[in-house]
C-alpha cells in the first residue's frame, strides 16, 4: 500500500472508493441475509476505518489529512451552530424508530465509521491528491464524485427511489462542497467526520416525509454557510 501511494496519491485515493464502495455494498449484502440491519457492514467499515487510521499514524500523515484539532477558532465556523442545524436535519420532522434495538446500533456505528471512511477518502485522499494541481479543481471533483457515490443506494438493494436517490445526490454533492470548505480552510478533518457521522445515525431516527420546501431550506442554509466560511475563514497556506 505503501508504494501505490508513494507511486501516486490519486491512484491511491481511486483504489481506496473502489474498495470502500465495494465492500459496503457487499456487507450490506451480507447484513440482510443474516437478518440483522448493518451488522455486517458495520464490521467492515470498522475494520476499514481503524486499518486507515493506524496505517496513517505509522506514516506520521495523521495532520497532512487533516486528523487534527482545528486551525481556526470556533467562532470563525459561527461556533458551527449552521453545521449542527444541518447536521440535524433528519430529526427536524420529528423522531421515530425503523430499526429493533441491536439494528440500531449496528446502523449507528456503521455510519459513524461511514462518516469517518468518506470524509477520510474523498476530502481527504482524493483532494488532497487533486489539490496539488488545482485547489478548486479538487474542491468539483470531490464534492461531484462524493455526490455521485450515492447512485450506489440504487443498486445495493437499500429500496430507495428514483426520485428520492437524486435528492440525496443533489444535497451530497452540496455538502461535499460544504466540508471541503471546512476541511481546507479550517485545517481538520474532524469537524468534517462528526457532522458526516451524526447525520448519516440520525437517519435511523427519521420520522420521513420530507417536503420541497423543508429541502429548500435546508439546500439554502448549507450554501449560505458555505459562502459565509469561504468569506471568513483565513485562507490556506497553498491559496
Known amino acids: 500500500m505503501k508504494k501505490l501511494y508513494d507511486k501516486s496519491e490519486l491512484a491511491f485515493a481511486l483504489v481506496w472508493i473502489g474498495i470502500y464502495c465495494v465492500g459496503m ?18 464490521v467492515f467499515g470498522a475494520a476499514a476505518g481503524l486499518f486507515l487510521y493506524f ?10 489529512f487533516g486528523l487534527c484539532r482545528p486551525t481556526a477558532t470556533a467562532k470563525a465556523f459561527l461556533y458551527y451552530l449552521p453545521l449542527i442545524a444541518i447536521t440535524l436535519q ?8 425503523h430499526y429493533d434495538a441491536v439494528g440500531t446500533l449496528c446502523f449507528i456505528v456503521k ?19 487533486m489539490a496539488k ?11 461531484v464524485t462524493f455526490g455521485l457515490g450515492h447512485i450506489i443506494n ?30 481546507y480552510r479550517g485545517g481538520s478533518l474532524l469537524p ?7 447525520l448519516n445515525s440520525l437517519s435511523a431516527f427519521s420520522k420521513g416525509g420530507e417536503s420541497y420546501f423543508r429541502l429548500v431550506i435546508l439546500c439554502a442554509l448549507v450554501v449560505a454557510y458555505t459562502a459565509v466560511l469561504l468569506r471568513t475563514l483565513p485562507k490556506s497556506r497553498e491559496e
Not at 55 to 64: D, F, T, V
Not at 90 to 97: K, S
Not at 111 to 129: D, N, P, Q, T
Not at 133 to 143: F, Q
Open 154 to 183: 440504487l443498486l445495493n438493494g437499500s429500496g430507495m427511489s428514483l426520485g428520492d436517490n437524486l435528492v440525496q445526490i443533489f444535497f451530497a454533492v452540496l455538502m461535499g462542497f460544504l466540508y471541503v470548505v471546512i476541511f
Open 133 to 143: 494541481d488545482s485547489v478548486k479543481w479538487a474542491a468539483l471533483v470531490s464534492g
Open 111 to 129: 455510519m459513524l465509521c461511514v462518516g469517518f471512511l468518506e470524509e477520510l477518502i474523498f476530502r481527504g485522499f482524493l483532494f488532497k491528491a
Open 25 to 42: 455494498s457487499v456487507f450490506d449484502e451480507l447484513s440482510r441475509a443474516l437478518g440483522v440491519e448493518s451488522c455486517a457492514s458495520m
Open 90 to 97: 433528519n430529526i427536524w420532522g420529528g423522531v421515530a424508530m
Open 55 to 64: 496505517w496513517l499514524k505509522k506514516q506520521g500523515r495523521l495532520e497532512y
Open 192 to 198: 468534517c467526520i462528526i457532522s458526516h457521522g451524526v
